[in-house]
């Protein structure tokens, strides 16, 4: 079984090993994002797809998946498809048919970005599977086994298998019962229990320095967190994308003046669409919380995301280490190019 749930699918290598997949017959289930389901929306909801020709043909049906590829290959409506909608056209009726569908909430981003191999092996971090998120962004992707980590992998197979459902107000009862005390996710009411809630926690009871990695920081309770933490003593480092230095956010500016706090931001390559995408937040040397989600009201309360804590300096270690080679070579006021 493969079950993956992501933003943004472009990456061809991994739709063709999927692809591969199928034909072994192995079960795929994708849940994505509304934007990467557009074409397919008339003719499908969770519980299935009704295609037209060639797809509901007999010959296709029987057809096996690399006949059915051969068989399509010109159609307009495969051609146009993205590539999780090619895997459910290229799975449609067969014996290990994936079903790739959005989840629930015409509001909701599906921002994910996490896959689950044989219900053992997890993947999961900032990164989509886009070119430039494999090749070129700053990213990270960490990834567990249940031999090692079996409540993380059990509380994000519960996480998926509830999304999956497609029902919204089974999610809203079910998915707070999913999480651990080192694993969340979202969409969450405000309160206790909810991963905002547990951020300003750790900015709370830091007694080491703060350092932020983040591609928008936009919540105003953690920016105030931040600013109080500061006020406290102690030190706080944000280290944003290029692109934040365009915009003017009016939450940040209550830390802009604030001593004890410092503000970089990492040069990138904007003609390639280069980001600095990362989101985790280092609370001294004992704590990380890193995600699918920018800190902002959507990501931590709205959109499906999901959040793991890593705990004792050998698991922040390696968040340390990116921090300090990544510090060094950021600007104080970025040239503002992207």
Same mark, same amino acid.
């Given at each position: ?36 389901? #557009?074409? *397919?929306?008339?003719?499908? /909801? ?5 295609? +037209?020709?060639?797809? &509901?043909?007999?010959?296709? $049906? ?110 809203? #009862?079910? *998915?707070?019962?999913?999480? /651990? ?5 979202? +969409?969450?009411?405000? &309160?206790?229990?909810?991963? $905002? ?142």
């Amino acid at each position: 079984t493969v079950d993956f749930s992501m933003y943004t699918f472009s990456r061809k290598p991994i739709f063709q090993a999927l692809v591969r997949a199928l034909e072994r017959g192995v079960t795929l289930r994708g849940i994505v994002d509304k934007g990467l389901f #557009r074409n *397919l929306k008339r003719y499908c /909801t969770v519980t299935g797809c009704d295609l +037209p020709e060639p797809y &509901g043909t007999e010959p296709y $049906q029987t057809a096996s998946v690399a006949e059915r590829q051969n068989l399509v290959a010109s159609d307009p409506l495969y051609r146009e498809a993205s590539l999780p909608e090619k895997l459910q056209l290229l799975g449609y009726r067969s014996g290990a048919a994936p079903l790739v569908q959005k989840a629930p909430g015409s509001r909701r981003l599906v921002h994910n970005k996490l896959v689950l191999i044989d219900g053992q092996y997890l993947l999961s971090g900032s990164g989509n599977w886009s070119s430039t998120a494999v090749t070129i962004n700053l990213e990270n992707l960490v990834s567990w086994h249940s031999r090692s980590e079996p409540l993380i992998v059990e509380s994000f197979r519960c996480m998926l298998d509830v999304i999956w459902s497609g029902d919204g107000n089974l999610i809203a #009862r079910d *998915l707070p019962s999913c999480q /651990t005390p080192k694993t969340f996710f979202a +969409p969450s009411r405000n &309160g206790e229990g909810t991963i $905002q809630h547990r951020i300003i926690q750790a900015i709370n009871e830091s007694t080491g320095p703060i350092r932020i990695v983040m591609h928008h920081l936009v919540e105003p309770d953690i920016i105030a967190a931040l600013k109080d933490a500061a006020d406290r003593g102690r030190s706080v480092q944000v280290l944003f994308d290029d692109d934040d230095c365009n915009g003017s956010e009016p939450q940040l500016d209550l830390l802009r003046n604030t001593r004890g706090v410092e503000f970089r931001f990492v040069p990138t390559n904007c003609q390639l669409f280069q980001l600095s995408h990362n989101k985790f937040g280092i609370f001294g040397a004992e704590l990380v919380i890193n995600g699918s989600a920018n800190w902002s009201k959507a990501g931590l309360t709205k959109n499906y995301e999901n959040f793991a804590l890593f705990l004792g300096a050998e698991q922040t270690k390696p968040f340390h280490d990116f921090f300090d080679r990544v510090w060094p070579e950021a600007l104080v006021r970025a040239n503002c190019q992207c």
